[in-house]
């Protein structure tokens, strides 16, 4: 099967209006507010700089995402540092994901994070707290 990675900033207003709207049929709700406040945030990223918003495709299906905000207090809708279902998804969407998560957090500087989603994605690799490849999305 083949998926797709996209950039929320690479997206077009009908794929970005689509994805916001399917995130509940993944599991993903905003700690606050609906896809209007999910989209007046995510339309203020920049490339390159924090927050990032990815989004995962299979066939224009929503399967996946990956949500890099960088502050936990910036943003009442998504008070995390990041938040994903990653560790649902097959691990050949899994590992550019994380590894695009990585170079973000070099990116500002934060080798502590960077060191921890090393850290993570090894033991994703080797099964732990990663769906087995069956299980997968």
């Not at 929320?8 to 709700?29: A, C, N, P, T």
């Not at 209007?36 to 945030?41: L, P, R, W």
């Not at 990032?52 to 207090?73: M, S």
């Not at 008070?79 to 994901?97: C, G, Q, Y």
Request: hydrophobic residues 40%; aromatic residues 12%; proline residues 4%.
């Amino acid at each position: 099967m083949e998926e797709q990675i996209l950039n929320y900033l690479d997206m077009s207003e009908e794929q970005k209006e689509k994805s916001l709207r399917d995130l509940k049929s993944i599991g993903f709700y905003p700690a606050y507010g609906k896809e209007k406040t999910m989209k007046k945030i995510m339309d203020k990223s920049i490339a390159g700089e924090m927050p990032q918003f990815y989004f995962v495709f299979r066939k224009e299906q929503l399967i996946g995402y990956l949500f890099i905000i960088g502050d936990t207090q910036k943003y009442r809708a998504f008070p995390w540092l990041a938040i994903s279902n990653l560790d649902e998804l097959p691990m050949r969407v899994t590992k550019p994901l994380m590894e695009i998560q990585i170079e973000a957090w070099i990116n500002i500087g934060d080798e502590i994070m960077a060191d921890f989603l090393r850290r993570q994605l090894t033991n994703y690799e080797h099964g732990i707290g990663h769906r087995p490849e069956n299980l997968c999305r």
